[in-house]
């Protein structure tokens, strides 16, 4: 089985209290985007999962792809084993959820692999032990994610248009960044909380101007990027949203569009 796994962003972030598990709550409108790593799935008889990717990312063991397969292999335990080939192109480090994403697709392929019918409870419940995106990357779209980022609602998809997405060569790692966060709020007074609202109602509106000005993302008030850009989660990638036609501007700037899904199968062979 082939799948496509794909980024996401954070159109708006509001980051809220610390909770005693040591995570944030969250209130974050999050979009698939066509930017995708493909995860091949395939049936060995060893009873045992390897992972292979592309580029050197990690230990196979701490891969969130590896983890995946082996929530799944607890839950079932099945007379075989799986090799998960990964072929990465969305950045490490950048904010957009590859290895979440990448696990997400995983869980989705093992569960139409074993057609283990898993209750959207279920998925979330299994996505949500890898990592605060993966539920979010599991059913993609535009959605409102509350909690650590598992309590999803469903919005209308996106009006025609084009995310411009700026790279460089730095990597943020996500819980400095809420540490920083974490010291700055203790000194400075939070004033944002209709922003998800406003945002939200700026995606219905349909209108991709008033839309790209009322993304925002709380990390930005401790990590400054250019004027019309937005962080793309914890970063380091920024984006912008754009309603003309571009073609891929450089290296560094990637032109991608909204998915209304976080996992495609694009090949469903299975032996």
Not at 127 to 156: A, Q, W
Not at 254 to 268: A, H, Q, S, T
């Amino acid at each position: 089985m082939i799948l496509k796994s794909f980024a996401k962003i954070n159109l708006g972030l509001e980051i809220k209290e610390k909770r005693t598990d040591g995570f944030h709550n969250l209130n974050t409108i999050m979009q698939s985007v066509s930017l995708f790593d493909l995860i091949k799935i395939s049936k060995i008889s060893l009873n045992k999962i390897f992972v292979e990717c592309n580029k050197n990312v990690c230990k196979m063991e701490e891969n969130l792809a590896y983890k995946a397969a082996k929530i799944i292999f607890d839950l079932i335990n099945p007379n075989f084993g799986i090799k998960i080939d990964i072929q990465k192109n969305i950045p490490t480090g950048a904010g957009l959820g590859g290895g979440s994403s990448n696990a997400a697709a995983v869980i989705f392929g093992m569960n139409k692999i074993l057609n283990l019918n898993f209750s959207k409870n279920k998925t979330i419940e299994i996505c949500e032990k890898l990592g605060s995106d993966v539920p979010f990357c599991y059913f993609g779209g535009t959605m409102l994610c509350r909690g650590k980022g598992e309590i999803l609602s469903k919005i209308n998809s996106l009006p025609e248009c084009q995310f411009l997405l700026k790279f460089d060569n730095q990597k943020n790692y996500t819980k400095n960044l809420f540490k920083q966060f974490d010291d700055f709020i203790d000194n400075n007074l939070k004033n944002d909380k209709f922003k998800i609202k406003i945002l939200k109602d700026a995606i219905l509106s349909g209108n991709i101007d008033k839309l790209s000005k009322k993304c925002f993302n709380d990390f930005e008030k401790i990590i400054k990027i250019p004027h019309s850009w937005h962080l793309t989660g914890s970063g380091s990638a920024i984006f912008k949203i754009v309603n003309k036609n571009y073609i891929n501007l450089n290296k560094n700037i990637l032109v991608c569009k909204p998915v209304n899904y976080g996992v495609e199968i694009i090949e469903n062979n299975w032996n």
